[in-house]
């Protein structure tokens, strides 16, 4: 059965530091898509960062470039985002997802909150 849980949110102040971690069994991260999405109160959920299955590239929506880091263990089979320099914006509910063929599975997510 695969399974995806999302755990290190929290409240932060601003310009603190958060790391997420997305755990998954069922599957192996290695061979999938691993993405993180934020869906902020009252809006669409949107696209934070995607590491690729072959190779490890990554990408970033732009608001969160040069803040935040995706990056996967994949012995722990985790992916993280280590998220810099939060802003009260990126407050939100995070989810992590998996994609392959067409498929995607998804987490429940974990709250972020970025205020003083």
């Known amino acids: 059965q695969v399974q995806l849980v999302e755990s290190g949110g929290g409240l932060v102040q601003p310009g603190g530091a958060l790391r997420l971690s997305c755990a998954a069994s069922?599957?192996?991260?290695?061979?999938?898509?691993m993405s993180w999405y934020r869906q902020a109160r009252g809006k669409d959920r949107e696209l934070v960062a995607t590491?690729?299955?072959?190779?490890?590239?990554?990408n970033y929506e732009d608001s969160v470039k040069g803040r935040f880091t995706i990056s996967r263990d994949n012995a722990k089979n985790t992916v993280y985002l280590q998220m810099n320099s939060l802003k009260p914006e990126d407050t939100a509910v995070y989810y992590c997802a998996a994609s392959r063929y067409g498929m995607t599975y998804w987490g429940k997510g974990t709250l972020v909150t970025v205020s003083s």
């Open positions: 069922g599957f192996r991260v290695s061979i999938y898509a």
């Open positions: 590491i690729t299955s072959t190779g490890g590239s990554t």
